[in-house]
């Protein structure tokens, strides 16, 4: 089936991990992540480090060690961890990105640089506190 817009399964996962983390009474540890959210431990790991390393999280080891927020949820949109795992979202007027477009009129309308807006405008006002209880 094809989409229009996908996300990845990495910004997935890291957007899910984040919100469970933050809702989180206790750290929670990958293997707990990666059951909640129906992906491999190691995938989990690697992202989860990922953010520790950008400093959206802290990680301690031991029986009751795990993942815990580093910044206030208020403080981190779903904007910030999709960027963190996918790159900076660039707005560009050519969905292939060809500095010279043989045709007067671009012929997708302009409306990927307006789905790229909307979705950034969307996931910069997501907070990671809007989705904790």
Do not use: W
């Not at 990958?30 to 129906?38: D, L, P, S, Y």
């Amino acid at each position: 089936m094809s989409r229009i817009i996908t996300v990845s399964e990495a910004s997935s996962i890291a957007i899910h991990s984040m919100v469970l983390i933050a809702a989180a009474k206790e750290n929670l540890n990958v293997v707990k992540i990666a059951e909640r959210t129906g992906s491999s431990k190691h995938h989990v790991a690697k992202i989860l480090q990922r953010l520790v390393k950008e400093g959206y999280l802290t990680s301690n080891r031991g029986p009751a060690g795990g993942f815990a927020l580093r910044l206030l949820p208020e403080d981190i949109s779903l904007l910030d961890v999709y960027e963190t795992i996918e790159g900076k979202l660039s707005e560009t007027s050519c969905p292939l990105e060809h500095p010279v477009c043989p045709f007067d009129k671009c012929l997708m309308g302009g409306i990927v640089t307006k789905m790229t807006r909307e979705f950034k405008k969307y996931m910069s006002e997501q907070k990671l506190s809007d989705y904790v209880k």
